[in-house]
């Protein structure tokens, strides 16, 4: 793992392979960088979707592919023009695949200083059933 | 980056100015090649009263940012921590970088620096430099000859 005397560095960006279907927005749209890891209780989801807020982001689950949209309003000043620019604003879309020991119905979201978290927690393990048997 | 001449020489600053915009709009254009020399990348608008200055720095607090100004010398520093994670987490994925970042921005005029603004919302930073009334261009009425 990175440690704190590290020196960040701009990561290029990639962008969302679209097949098949066009765009309808004008803006691009880009994979957001994410770090995935797990405890004993969840796997945590961190992306990164500068720009978006909590009511501009869409997750959705559907089977079991959750599903990352966020849609940027981009930054433009009035009066100004862009003079240089060295990176491009765009909306963000990602897809993540869930095992079947994640609980559905608790994943939480929440969204801060252009980073999403997911919390994935993970579902407690199906109990073993013991049956009973009686006599005839 | 932009090297300041002497006030005296005007045409030699608005020549080099010129060129570093064309400079700069030229490499903004080649095939959309958004490079970065340091962290953080940075978007720039102009227009004749100063400049706006953005940054999008994803996941790192408003208190780890650090903006100091002189007087044509704009430089951001700071930290990204990374989540304090459990001792027992495995990572799966680590796509994202941590550290401390560090950058100088020159500024292509005088800034006045009581009227400068940032703000930080949803990882984006932004910067308003107005440029300082001394140093706007003036404009010279010329009187008919007598």
Not at chain 1, 77 to 95: F, H, I, T, V, W
Not at chain 2, 106 to 134: C, H, S, Y
Request: no cysteine.
């Amino acid at each position: 793992m990175a440690t704190k005397k590290d020196q960040l560095e701009v990561q290029p960006r990639e962008e969302v392979e679209t097949q098949n279907s066009e765009r309808t927005r004008a803006q691009r749209l880009f994979v957001p960088r994410a770090d995935i890891y797990e405890t004993d209780k969840v796997i945590m989801v961190v992306a990164e979707i500068p720009g978006a807020d909590e009511k501009s982001v869409d997750v959705v689950v559907e089977k079991n592919v959750l599903t990352i949209n966020a849609y940027i309003e981009p930054l433009q000043p009035a009066g100004y023009e862009l003079a240089y620019a060295e990176y491009e604003q765009g909306d963000y879309q990602r897809s993540f695949r869930l095992s079947d020991q994640i609980d559905r119905e608790g994943i939480k979201a929440v969204v801060n200083d252009g980073e999403l978290r997911l919390t994935l927690p993970k579902a407690e393990a199906a109990k073993t059933r013991k049956i009973k048997v009686v006599a005839a | 980056m932009l090297r300041r001449y002497p006030r005296t020489n005007l045409w030699r600053e608005m020549g080099q100015l010129q060129r570093e915009m064309n400079r700069l709009f030229d490499s903004s254009q080649q095939g959309r090649l958004f490079t970065s020399p340091s962290y953080p990348a940075i978007n720039l608008w102009t227009n004749e009263d100063g400049q706006v200055i953005s940054a999008e720095m994803p996941g790192v607090r408003m208190q780890d940012i650090d903006i100091s100004l002189t007087a044509d010398a704009l430089s951001l520093s700071g930290t990204r921590h990374p989540d304090e994670v459990a001792r027992d987490a495995h990572f799966h994925r680590q796509e994202r970088s941590y550290g401390t970042f560090s950058r100088t921005i020159q500024l292509p005029f005088m800034v006045d620096p009581d009227k400068v603004e940032a703000n930080f919302k949803n990882g984006v930073l932004t910067i308003w430099l107005p440029r300082a009334e001394a140093d706007k261009p003036k404009t010279i009425a010329i009187k008919p000859g007598k």
